[in-house]
Antibody
Framework: QVQLVESGGGVVQPGRSLRLSCAAS????????MHWVRQAPGKGLEWVAV????????YYADSVKGRFTISRDISRNTLDLYMNSLRPEDTALYYC??????????????WGQGTLVTVSS | DIQMTQSPSSLSASVGDRITITCRAS??????LNWYQQKPGKAPKPLIY???SLQSGVPSRFSGSGSGTDFTLTISSLQPEDFATYYC??????????FGPGTKVDIK
């Protein structure tokens, strides 16, 4: 069955960096776009970034553009999120999610359990 | 950028009630609208894609409708396990996505 397991979260000071990872299994990882979505404590969902199935294309939300970098390792079936210049407003539970195309619409059909990032001095 | 709004932001209902949640886009998104359910401490779960198509395994009491800018999620007979927060998501601007702010459904 499809599994997505995030790791790498923790407490970090403002301005510092952190790397999140998502280990994927149970599906052909190289066939699907993959996303990061975050949720600040008690708040709604915010899409963060996507990497295309072939690794050629990456897109980011304006709120993280220039600070975060998404990457994937097909050989290890992992999706990473490198977060630099972290701010208190980046504090959130970070989910990785698998994309599937359904009738031309893109749906996030599987999600991990999330990893918590807290940016605080 | 396309903005998504939802109404109401929260509602109280009883088991067996029929409820409707509305999602509105700031511009037309055709039918590129998905719905997710999230329970406390859990990851979101997909319910509806393409505005009205039921994701595999989702009970038929859930339905979606709409196109253009206005969409609805309806639960025909609310069950105890349906108390959760519901989010709409537009995929019209793929590969960029936007979620609505959510609607919390709790027990009256």
């Amino acid at each position: 069955q499809v599994q997505l397991v995030e790791s790498g979260g923790g407490v970090v000071q403002p301005g510092r960096s952190l790397r999140l990872s998502c280990a994927a299994s149970g599906f052909a990882f190289s066939d699907y776009d993959m996303h990061w979505v975050r949720q600040a404590p008690g708040k709604g969902l915010e899409w963060v970034a996507v990497m295309s199935y072939d690794g050629r294309n990456k897109y980011y939300a304006d709120s993280v553009k220039g600070r975060f970098t998404i990457s994937r390792d097909i050989s290890r079936n992992t999706l990473d999120l490198y977060m630099n210049s972290l701010r208190p407003e980046d504090t959130a539970l970070y989910y990785c999610a698998k994309d599937v195309e359904r009738e031309l619409s893109h749906l996030f059909d599987y999600w991990g359990q999330g990893t918590l990032v807290t940016v605080s001095s | 950028d396309i903005q998504m709004t939802q109404s109401p932001s929260s509602l109280s209902a009883s088991v067996g009630d029929r409820i409707t949640i509305t999602c509105r886009a700031s511009q037309s998104i055709n039918n590129y609208l998905n719905w997710y359910q999230q329970k406390p401490g859990k990851a979101p779960k997909p319910l509806i894609y393409g505005a009205s198509s039921l994701q595999s395994g989702v009970p038929s009491r859930f339905s979606g409708s709409g196109s253009g800018t206005d969409f609805t999620l309806t639960i025909s007979s609310l069950q105890p396990e349906d108390f959760a927060t519901y989010y709409c998501q537009q995929s019209y601007t793929t590969p960029l996505f936007t979620f609505g702010p959510g609607t919390k459904v709790d027990i009256k």
